[in-house]
Structure formats: C-alpha cells, structure tokens
C-alpha cells in the first residue's frame, strides 16, 4: 500500500470523530468560540435533544466577511499565531477543528456581522463536499451558528446517539458548567421551543448568589462555606460544602482552571484527600471551585476535548489546594465548636457540640465573616485556620491523613459524636464493658489467652502499685538506685534500660541492672520537645517557612507585643509579620511546632506574651517552657515501637543531663510484692 495523504474532507471526518462525541460536544465548542469572542449574551436553542437543530446566538464581535469561509477551514483559529501563544493558552478554544468538523458531519450555517459591517453574511458548509457559499443575510452584530441534521451523513454515528431527553440533559449539564464558569455572560436555553434554563448575568453578590443556586440547588448554598486563597501566583476561590452538605452522588463537583472546565485526576485527589477526615467513605463532596494560574505554569493542550491539564508544577498544586480544603473544613468544625461552647457555657470542653441543625442556623452563620451576600461562610487568606505547617514541603512526599492538621476527632466534625474523639468513645466503651464484666464475675481475656485466676489478680495488682507521682511543682530527689549514666535504649545495665511492653497505653515497662521500672510516656515526650528547644539558647532553632503564610486578626497592642518579642521569637524559629493594623502573618515555626494547630497556638502565645508584659518580660526560659508544653503531643494509645522512638530521642537530646529528671520519668516496679504472692498461693 502507498501513502498518501489524505482529502480533506476524510482527515475533518476522523478530527469530528475527537471534537465531535454528541450534541453536547458541538454546544460545548461553539459557546466557547462565543466567549472567546466577547460575547455578554449566549441564546441556544435545541430541536430533538439536538440531532435535529442546534443554533447558537451570541453578541460578540463576529467575524469579517473576507473571513468566513476561511473560518470553516481545517487548522483555521484567530486564537494563536505562534509557538509562543501555544506555551500560554488564555482562550478556551485554539486548534481550529471545530467548525470544519462540524460542517463535515451535519448541514452548518454560519452567519456574522462586524461593528465595521454595514450588513451581515452568511456562509453554509453540507457535509462532505465542504463547498463554502457566502451570501448576504440580516443579523446584529455577533454570529449565529445552526447545526441542523447532526451526523446526517454517517448513519453508524447517528445510530449512537441517546434518546433526545438523554442527549439533551447532557447539553442542559454542561451550560450549568459554563453558566458557573462565567457568571458575566447571560445564557438562555431552550428545548423545542421552550424555555428551560435562564442564567441571568451577575453583577452583583446577591446575583451571584442567585445564579450558583439555580446551577447547584438551595441547599448546596445554605451548606457551602466560601474559600479564597493565594499563593507565589496561583489563587483558588470559590465553595465548598461542609461535612452537613455532602451528598450521596458526586454531582455537584465543579473545578475551572483558568476558567476552563476541567475533569482532572490530580485536582479531583487533592480535593478528595482534602475531605478525607471529614466525610464517611460512601459521602462525597460538592464543590464549586475556581483555579487561576499563570498560563505559563499549565499544559492545556493534552486531552483531545481539553478536559485535562498538566501543571508544571504539579506538587504544589496538589498540596495547595489540598491544604486549602482541609484548613476551611478545619476552621468550620473549630467555628462550630466554638459557638456551640459558648451557646452551652455551663458544659464542659468536650461536651458544648450541637447537633448539625444547630450549628447551621442563622445566628450561628451570621457570626462568620462573608464576602457576598448570601448565607454561605467565608474562609479566606486573611482568615484560615492555620498555615501549611502541617503539610509536607512541596519536595516531600504527598500529605497524608496523619499530617492533615485536624483529626475527625479534633474537629468534631462527625455529628454522630459531637464533641468527642473516636478515641474518647472507645475508651469510654470499653471502661463500660470491663464494669460489666467484673460485676458479673468476668474477666475477657485478650487475643484469646485464658482468663488469669483471681490470685493473679491480686498479685498483678500489688506489682502494678507504685508510689504517687509527684507534680512539676514538687522537687523529688532521684532514686539512689538508678544510675546516672545514660547510654542507648537497649542496655539493661545502663540508660533507661530495656523497653520490654506498654502497660495501660501510656506506661513503658523496662528493666534495667537493679529492677524494673515503669516510664511515663507523657512525661517523656514534654522531656524530648523540650530537649529540642534547648538549642534555641545556643544555636537557635531553624525557622521552616509556611508553605502559604498564614493570615491572623491582631488588635494593636499584640503587634506591638510582637515586635517587643520578635528577637526572642526568632531565637525559637518563629517568624511573624506584621501584614496590617488589624492583622499579622505567620511566616514560619520550627519543627518541633510543624504540626500544630496556628489558629489556637498564636492567640494563646499573644495572651502569653501580654499577661507577662503587664508584670515582667517574659524570660526565654519561661517561653522555652511554655512552648514545649505546647508542642507536646500525647497520645492515649502509644505503641512500643513509638515508645522506644521516643526514649532514644530523649537520650539523644539530654545525654548526660537525663539522670536529674528520673524522679519525673520512672517509677519503680515491687516484685517482690509479686514473688511473694505466688509463695502463698
């Protein structure tokens, strides 16, 4: 066989077979060339779910005379003109297809008028013949398209097609896209005649509030909280519903980039990681979000509908939408919790939650920041939760579940336990089962070991009984019997000895050269963040920057505090800003406080700060102090692999020096008490 190149009408057949997939695609391609032109005002109207007629109005800024036969053309685009404008696509349309696709596979009429034109023309394109005829017409300024007897011409394709409701309700879908993409273009459709859909232009917040309603229904506005947040040139804005809004069908899930409708892979994984703590497996989120990026920084050009993208720099993309996701569903559940707090100011702090009714009413809504005029929350850069200091860098690895900053459990987020974590309801049911158990004479054994008798009990007990911790504020001399050389975990002659089990998940049991000995595991982890912070006396702690700086309101007075304290501050690795009178930016941590929750950890240091300033000033080993006590993160559950991790962190960061804080850290362990048990039996 020898090669040849192909007719032109053959190579537009194969092209219409990527642009053109059904009716939808062609509205798709032709209200876009309708935005690209400028237009304000969008008619369409459609016969048959579309295979009979489709005809597209607009009032942009049509098309010369001298150039509508060439518009019908392959490869024929106003849109680019160089290499360089494919590196920084901003129109929606650039290949030049679509219109001589079309023509090839139905009976296209393209009528134009200029404001330079005096009267309007008119081209018409029949299928496969492609022959072009232009004759004069009457028409405003703008360009109507109308695509009558779609695939005419290629029965097996016609032959695919739904019925006209299926196929209209996919023209109806992808106008709600649209409408939702450009809110100052007005779009009207209509089926047969009749009117369907009407998107009104929005010029003002009570229409846009209007317009995202009809696209996404009441509910998902009274559910979504506003998001707007910026980075290094890259800004997402828009709403995303709360954990009450989510939905059992992910059909309201709305993602532009560059105002560009997109379906893609890594956007949909960043935003769905976003909700990982938030929703039940079989929940999904709604979402109306917008992506504005430099054009240079994505890839357009990469999926034959454009309905995927390439970042250049696809980490930070990833972790910055994802932490913008997880930092407003964060500030949501703390802002629910704290209204539910004060609404109930006699409960306790794990017991102030409402239920989900209660913290979407109107008083509680109207206590929250909004930018437009409609019941839908607020969270933007000047008022998030906290920082990026919980996500990863963008050269590390993707964040996780683990690192994003605000458990289930802290959030509260799931109502079926408002105010409490899992853990706490565990904890809690399994206090109740062993009552149950030992008042009916029962005692389970676990992971299928027999039930010890009542002897062993006893004797477990006395082992088990150990003289009272004393507080921080009691100084006890260390047990003459320890000894005061530390080396590595392991050793049972020497350092903290042989880390042999866990005893009531907060307890190391270890044996060393005279005895056994329990470790407070809480203890040792204030004693290792506090090993850390020593360093900022000597050497000063590495300042690690914020991925997106995090914005905070701040009266006068604690900018002044802040400044007072800004040397002290920086000596721990802790960089704040002052961005205006009324607000400070949160620049950067140190490590030991990459995890922490910002939006309570600095308005307690500036309460820190201003109580002492009243007195004193506070003293670097007083903030020392307070920040280790912060930067502890206890845990009701530890592992002995997290136990052992610890302890060898405790000896690294004290050395010789971990010897005087064994009156805080061990207790010893009777065997004797225990030994002596088993004689009696």
């Not at 032109?37 to 009032?59: H, P």
């Not at 229409?207 to 909280?225: D, N």
């Not at 003459?480 to 350092?495: M, N």
């Amino acid at each position: 066989m020898t090669i040849q190149i192909l007719p032109a009408r053959l190579a537009n057949q194969i092209a219409a077979g990527e642009v053109v997939e059904r009716p939808a695609s062609v509205v798709k391609e032709l209200v876009e060339n309708s935005i690209d032109a400028g237009a304000t005002r969008i008619d369409v109207d459609i016969e048959k779910g579309g295979s009979k007629l489709i005809r597209i109005r607009d009032n942009g800024s049509g098309i010369n005379k001298d150039e509508l036969e060439l518009a019908l053309s392959r490869h024929a685009t106003s849109k680019i003109t160089c290499l360089d404008d494919l590196e920084a696509i901003i129109s929606l349309g650039f290949r030049g297809e679509a219109l001589a696709s079309i023509s090839s596979v139905s009976r296209l009429t393209l009528t134009s008028r200029t404001q330079q034109q005096t009267e309007a023309w008119s081209a018409y394109a029949e299928g496969r013949d492609m022959a072009v005829q232009v004759k004069p017409a009457a028409h405003p300024v703008g360009t109507t398209v109308e695509v009558v007897d779609l695939f005419f011409n290629t029965p097996a394709r016609r032959k695919f097609l739904r019925t006209d409701k299926t196929e209209f309700s996919h023209i109806d879908e992808l106008l709600k896209r649209i409408a939702l993409s450009r809110f100052d273009v007005a779009i009207t459709l209509r089926h047969n005649g009749t009117m369907v859909r009407q998107y009104r232009a929005a010029t003002n917040d009570a229409q846009r509030e209007r317009r995202l309603a009809a696209a996404c229904g009441s509910q998902f506005v009274k559910t979504a909280v506003e998001v707007s947040l910026e980075h290094q040139g890259l800004t997402l804005r828009g709403w995303i519903c709360t954990p009450q809004g989510a939905r059992a069908q992910n059909d309201i899930q709305h993602c532009f980039v560059n105002q560009r409708m997109m379906k893609d892979k890594l956007i949909n994984h960043a935003i769905r990681q976003g909700y990982e703590a938030s929703l039940r497996s079989d929940q999904f989120a709604a979402y109306v979000l917008y992506i504005d990026i430099d054009p240079h920084q994505v890839d357009v050009n990469v999926h034959p509908a454009k309905h995927e993208v390439r970042f250049h720099q696809a980490r930070l993309v990833h972790d910055f939408i994802y932490q913008a996701v997880a930092d407003a569903l964060m500030q949501v559940a703390a802002e629910q919790a704290h209204d539910a707090q004060y609404s109930h100011p006699e409960a306790g702090e794990y017991e102030t939650a409402t239920d989900s009714t209660q913290l979407d009413s109107p008083a509680h809504r109207s206590a929250s920041t909004s930018s437009i005029s409609m019941p839908t929350k607020t969270i933007s850069s000047t008022a998030e939760p906290r920082g990026f200091a919980s996500s990863r860098s963008v050269e590390g690895t993707s964040p996780s579940s683990d690192s994003s900053a605000y458990s289930k459990a802290e959030a509260n987020v799931d109502s079926r336990y408002p105010g409490q974590s899992e853990g706490t309801e565990w904890r809690a049911q399994s206090d109740t089962t062993s009552k149950t158990n030992t008042h009916r004479g029962e005692t389970k054994a676990r992971f299928g070991e027999a039930a010890p008798s009542y002897s062993e009990q006893r004797a477990y007990k006395a082992l088990m009984t150990t003289p009272v911790v004393p507080t921080q504020h009691e100084v006890a001399e260390p047990p003459k019997a320890f000894s005061k050389t530390p080396i590595s975990v392991g050793h049972v002659d020497k350092g903290l000895g042989k880390a042999l089990a866990i005893v009531s998940s907060k307890y190391l049991l270890l044996q060393r050269i005279d005895g056994f000995a329990l470790l407070d595991l809480d203890a040792a982890a204030y004693l290792s963040i506090l090993g850390q912070m020593r360093f900022a006396s000597s050497e000063g702690l590495k300042a690690q920057p914020l991925l997106i700086p995090q914005a905070l309101p701040a009266s006068a007075q604690e900018i002044k505090l802040l400044a007072q304290y800004d040397a002290l501050l920086q000596q721990f690795g802790i960089v704040i800003r002052k961005k205006s009178s009324s607000q400070i930016m949160v620049m950067a941590v140190c490590q030991p406080l990459r995890k922490h929750n910002l939006q309570h950890f600095v308005p307690a240091l500036l309460d820190v700060l201003a109580q002492k300033g009243e007195q004193d000033v506070l003293s670097e080993e007083q903030l020392m102090d307070w920040l280790a006590v912060q930067a502890t993160q206890k845990t009701d559950d530890y592992g002995l692999s997290q136990a052992i991790t610890l302890i060898t962190e405790l000896e690294h960061c004290w050395q010789d020096q971990l010897a005087a804080h064994f009156s805080t850290l061990l207790r010893p362990v009777d065997v004797a008490t225990a030994i002596e048990a088993f004689k009696h039996d």
